[in-house]
């Protein structure tokens, strides 16, 4: 077993005062590694990074079709949203055409993570909703499956029709079975697989454009939802959002919590996922960008690149203490 | 140089799902190491676990005898603490005594950690002030010595005196050259030592009370304030106060961003420094606590050590989905 690489650096004045490790993979269409950092075997749970996986039996099942979902609904299927008022309404008129309310998710209630929607409902006196919640999009998702399937409400039980489906499609585009599952920050289930596992299977969703089978088609469909729609996969203050934009070529990306990330690239056909081992954000979003970097998707001198790639440390009073900086090397610059 | 050694796992369902790493040194009173794990060399910026020696030159100058300043406000010059209503009204009536305010604090303004005032300052339309910042205690002492020493009010500045005073009093208790200094969240110069540097400078702080001379004294009467007035260390959410509360002997608990975290062990003269290399406050809450467990000064059935030691992970809608566990074998048990 190999294990992880220094991935990310935090620089305060002349010092590295923290660092972070990872694993990381690049798959090409055919499932064989283009590029490996740390250990490709590595077991781990991709949280958010699935989602794509956990919509494809919304797509593949004929519900989308049967309830006319539209790539905007799809990539709202696949995000990680920061509830946003555009999230929020969007959702919310989604449940309204389902005939279903806020109470029908089972995603948990979360406070919005656009500050200023924040802000004012704290002044208002008003309490998060589920519709908040980062994953509701997929929840509706999942909701909408359940309607089509005629199953009960509980659709976040592993062995629910849907959570069963969403467990069959993970281990085709994996490759592989699934070790088990843990329960994730929405109550669904998130399976697990290895670092090349979860590789493959975004390699699945970059290259499925190649192939016509329903698992392919439905792949298509979702990556193309979240790149036309890269402001409902996250939003205006996040990096799945902003690197989307700011890339060279079209590319999916999505964050998981935990440090996970994971990269659909269609022209390439060619599937990335990264775990870093401790968790943090702030140093998944700096390696993601410097592997996309690496291969020449992202440019480092874009403003809305240092952002996430290489971006200054500031202290209360705004002053610039240190940076983030992806380790030598790992950008290939 | 050795690696740093795992030290902290996050646990979901059956799996690992991050894990963090770090260094800690266990010191006695004459700067022996009783323990260690990872590099006792490497160099770290140890940020807020550093404000008592900060606070040193506040007691040596007769700064703070000239100011009347007792065993409460020695507390919130070693402070951390979460901007809750008993730190700023202690920390506005220090200022007022002054005949100073506000703005002579040079910390930048922090939001408040404290939830219930947060929340009432988003509706009242309040903007965050400089007491509110953590770090509002420390500054309070800077602006004393300032005073007693008639010096600039540019307090921060690496070449005033009060930081050269800090940079001697740093290098004297930590028995070596400060290889430089990175700029704080709050401004002021946050001095390099070596991870075994900084826990013989706790050690000289846990074994002052065998000592007569001036920095002795003026240590003890640091740590006997920490550790009359846990509150004001830090404040009710946080590890300082609890595990301080929750110890089977006195000690001084320090934490510091990026994963710091120091212990003052008077009863046995020894001195504790930790780093978890990611900055992970998670992981350090954990590790500091396990090193605590293992030498007998906490009891890791007590709820209140298991609440930063052991905790459960909850999601979003309060469902338990794993735990933050030290590695087997930190505990010693």
């Not at 590295?16 to 590694?33: P, R």
């Amino acid at each position: 077993m190999r294990t992880p690489e220094p991935m990310v650096e935090i620089h305060r004045g002349p010092f590295v005062e923290s660092q972070h490790m990872g694993h990381a993979v690049i798959c090409d269409g055919s499932g064989g590694v283009v590029e490996a950092w740390g250990d490709p075997d590595a077991v781990v749970l991709p949280r958010s990074s699935a989602k794509m996986i956990q919509a494809l039996p919304l797509v593949m099942s004929g519900a989308a079709e049967a309830f006319g979902i539209g790539p905007a609904r799809l990539a709202l299927a696949c995000a990680s949203h920061q509830g946003a008022p555009m999230h929020v309404r969007a959702v919310n008129a989604w449940l309204d055409e389902l005939g279903l309310g806020d109470d029908d998710l089972i995603c948990g209630t979360e406070a919005s993570r656009d500050k200023d929607l924040r802000f004012q409902m704290i002044r208002d006196g008003d309490s998060p909703c589920r519709v908040h919640n980062n994953c509701s999009g997929k929840h509706s998702g999942f909701l909408i499956l359940t309607k089509h399937l005629g199953a009960s409400s509980d659709y976040v039980d592993p062995a629910h029709p849907v959570q069963k489906s969403v467990r069959d499609a993970f281990e085709e585009v994996t490759g592989a079975t699934s070790p088990g599952f843990g329960i994730d920050g929405c109550s669904a289930p998130n399976f697990a697989t290895s670092m090349l596992g979860m590789a493959r299977a975004m390699a699945f969703f970059a290259s499925a454009g190649q192939r016509s089978d329903t698992m392919s088609e439905a792949a298509q469909q979702l990556v193309g939802g979240m790149i036309a729609y890269p402001e409902l996969v996250a939003g205006d203050t996040r990096a799945c959002t902003h690197l989307m934009r700011a890339a060279k070529e079209p590319l999916a990306l999505k964050t998981g919590a935990e440090g996970y990330f994971v990269a659909i690239l269609p022209h390439r056909g060619w599937g990335i996922s990264l775990k870093i081992v401790d968790g943090a954000t702030r140093a998944s979003n700096s390696a993601i960008a410097a592997l996309l970097v690496r291969i020449g998707v992202l440019d480092a001198e874009n403003p809305e690149v240092i952002r996430f790639l290489n971006p200054p440390v500031k202290n209360w009073d705004g002053l610039v203490t240190g940076e983030i900086r992806p380790v030598a090397g790992l950008t290939g610059v």
